[in-house]
């Protein structure tokens, strides 16, 4: 099994729709973050989080918020998705040890927005 | 602002040839580099991490390079297989930075027959 797991995999929906994308972790990591990757673009940070009660805002935060439901769960909601939201999610884990500071990616939430 | 440029944007190599990916930044001070490399419909993957003090490392046929002062690393892979077909990212992490990463937009390599 995958260290750090998505659901669903591949999302289409509509315009206005609440959409959540789950990630859960077996790395026993507090740090966890959501990342979207477009075409193009380099990797791009949506919101991350320290611990259960820490949340922060990435650079792309708009449109968008996390719930840190354990330390092992941390989720991605869309409120009203819309088409530039269209784009490859990826929930990503650290550790603490200073200096490394390497991510453990999932293997990807692709979703289409209509 | 800080930036990571990643060159070629793709490339396309017979199995068993060398190749190199170029990776400039503007990240500075920086706390360290790391090549990731992602497979089509997976994660990215650390391939190697450097420090401003290292100048190569190597992890099997990847071996990276880091030259501080013109802000500059390769990443040349031996002897390449059909298994190496797959982005390659370079990330950089500034001092002091916390988890303010970027991210380059990858170099995509084909190996081919």
């Known amino acids: 099994d995958a260290d750090v797991t998505q659901t669903p995999r591949n999302r289409i929906t509509k315009t206005g729709k609440r959409i959540m994308l789950e990630c859960s972790q077996t790395?026993?990591?507090?740090?966890m973050y959501w990342y979207r990757q477009d075409p193009g673009l380099g990797l791009r940070l949506i919101y991350y989080s320290f611990d259960v009660k820490d949340i922060n805002k990435g650079e792309i935060s708009d449109g968008y918020s996390v719930s840190r439901q354990a330390q092992a769960k941390f989720s991605l909601s869309l409120e009203s998705a819309i088409p530039n939201q269209t784009a490859l999610y990826f929930c990503?884990?650290?550790?603490?040890?200073?200096?490394?500071?390497?991510?453990?990616f999932g293997e990807g939430s692709r979703l289409t927005v209509l | 602002k800080n930036q990571v440029e990643q060159s070629p944007q793709s490339l396309i190599i017979l199995e068993g040839k060398n190749c190199t990916l170029q990776?400039?930044?503007?990240?500075?001070?920086?706390?360290?580099l790391r090549w990731y490399k992602q497979d089509t419909g997976r994660g990215p993957v650390s391939l190697t991490i450097m420090t401003f003090s290292e100048n190569t490392k190597s992890n099997g046929r990847y071996t990276a390079t880091l030259d501080a002062d013109t802000k500059q690393s390769s990443l040349h892979i031996t002897a390449s297989q059909l298994s190496d077909s797959a982005s390659y990212i370079c990330v950089v992490r500034p001092a002091g930075g916390g988890n303010k990463l970027t991210f380059g937009t990858g170099t995509q390599l084909k190996v081919e027959l």
């Open positions: 990776c400039n930044y503007t990240v500075s001070p920086f706390s360290n």
């Open positions: 990503a884990t650290s550790d603490l040890r200073p200096g490394t500071g390497e991510l453990f």
């Open positions: 790395k026993g990591h507090d740090r």
